[in-house]
Nanobody, 125 residues
Framework: QVQLVESGGGLVQAGGSLRLSCAAS????????MGWFRQAPGEARDFVAG????????YYADSVRGRFTISRDNAKNTVDLQMNSLKPEDTAVYYC??????????????????WGQGTQVTVSS
């Protein structure tokens, strides 16, 4: 098993940047595909970005591609999400997740077995 803890959320003005970090403990994070999801009030939890075990392959939702960057440091057991050019519609609770799957899509939350507690990101206009 792996335990995930997110940090780095906060309040930022539109156009600003934030960097979220996910720290993994227990089984090493390199054993898992990793993803970031977000959930706005009253809405479903949506895929934001995913990264392969090696970090070589990354995937993004259309709404964040070109603005967000996912990265991982397997030596430190961390996965980061750099968020630039933030918009009010990026406001949500952001979750880090770990998947034991080896094939297929990164975008479905049902493919992730482990989740962090979430960190709030609020973007003011």
């Amino acid at each position: 098993q792996v335990q995930l803890v997110e940090s780095g959320g906060g309040l930022v003005q539109a156009g600003g940047s934030l960097r979220l970090s996910c720290a993994a403990s227990g089984r090493t994070s390199s054993s898992y595909r990793m993803g970031w999801f977000r959930q706005a009030p009253g809405e479903a939890r949506d895929f934001v970005a995913g990264i392969s075990r090696s970090g070589r392959d990354t995937y993004y939702a259309d709404s964040v591609r070109g603005r967000f960057t996912i990265s991982r440091d397997n030596a430190k057991n961390t996965v980061d999400l750099q968020m630039n050019s933030l918009k009010p519609e990026d406001t949500a609770v952001y979750y880090c997740a770990a998947s034991e799957t080896v094939l297929g899509t990164y975008t479905l939350e049902g493919r992730y077995s482990y989740w962090g507690q979430g960190t709030q990101v609020t973007v003011s206009s």
